[in-house]
C-alpha cells in the first residue's frame, strides 16, 4: 500500500488529493513541524536522507519531489488518463509547463517572501528584528512583489482564456498549482484576481479536495 509520509501544513496535501483524484487506496503517516523552527521532525529523515516532506513510499518504492511524485503516480496509476491531456496534443504540453513550473519559477518567490516576513520575528534576536522588518520591507517592495504580481498576471490571463491552468480538462498540473494559489489567498493575495480566485473556489468544490483536507487539513501560508 501506498504510505503518504504527510507534514503538517505542506505540500504533501497534493499528493493526498492527486490519490484521492485517483480512488486509490493509501495510508497517512502524520508528522507535526517543530513548533519553534517549524521544520520537519527528524524523524522523516528516516524515510528518505534530506528529511523533507513530500515523500511516499509505494511497497519497496520511495519518491520524493512533488513533480516527481505526481509523475510516478500518473504512470502508474492512471491507467484511465483521468489526470493527464492526451500525449502530444497542445493541452499536454500545457500540461507538462504547469507541472513543473509551479515547484520551478512561482513557489521560490513566495517561499522567499515568506522566510523574509519572518526576520522581524522569533527567533530572530530582539534587538535584530528592527533590521530585520526593514531589510525584508525593502526587499519584498523592490524585487519580491513585483515578480509575484507579473507571474499572477500571466496566471490571470491564462485562466481567462480556459477553465483549468493547461486547458479544459481538470488535470494533475491542477493539483500542482493549488499550492501557490493557497499560499496567496491564506494572505488575501487573491485580491483583484477573479479568474484566481474562480480557479481556486473550482479546486475547493472538488469532492476529492474535501476528502483530501479532511485527513491532512488545507494548506495555510500566512504571515
Known sequence: M??????????SQRVLWLLEELGIEYEVVEYARD?????????LKQVHPLG?????????ITVAESGAIIDYLIERYDTQHLLVPTPGSDDHRHYR???????GSAM??????????????????????????LFASGVKRKFLDPQIRQHMEFWEG????????????????DIQMSFPLLALDSRNGLEGSPNLKGCLTRMRERSAYQRATKKGGEFNLSE
Open 97 to 103: 509547463f504547469w507541472l513543473h513550473y509551479a515547484e
Open 158 to 173: 491564462v485562466l481567462a482564456k480556459s477553465r483549468w491552468f493547461a486547458g479544459e480538462q481538470f488535470t494533475a498540473a
Open 52 to 60: 523533507k516532506s513530500p515523500v511516499i513510499t509505494d511497497d519497496e
Open 2 to 11: 501506498i504510505k503518504v509520509h504527510h507534514l503538517e501544513n505542506s505540500r
Open 108 to 133: 521560490p518567490l513566495l517561499v522567499m517572501k515568506l522566510v523574509f516576513s519572518r526576520l522581524g520575528k522569533p527567533p530572530v534576536p530582539a534587538l535584530m528584528r528592527p533590521i530585520g522588518n
Open 35 to 43: 513548533p519553534e523552527t517549524m521544520l520537519a521532525p527528524p524523524e
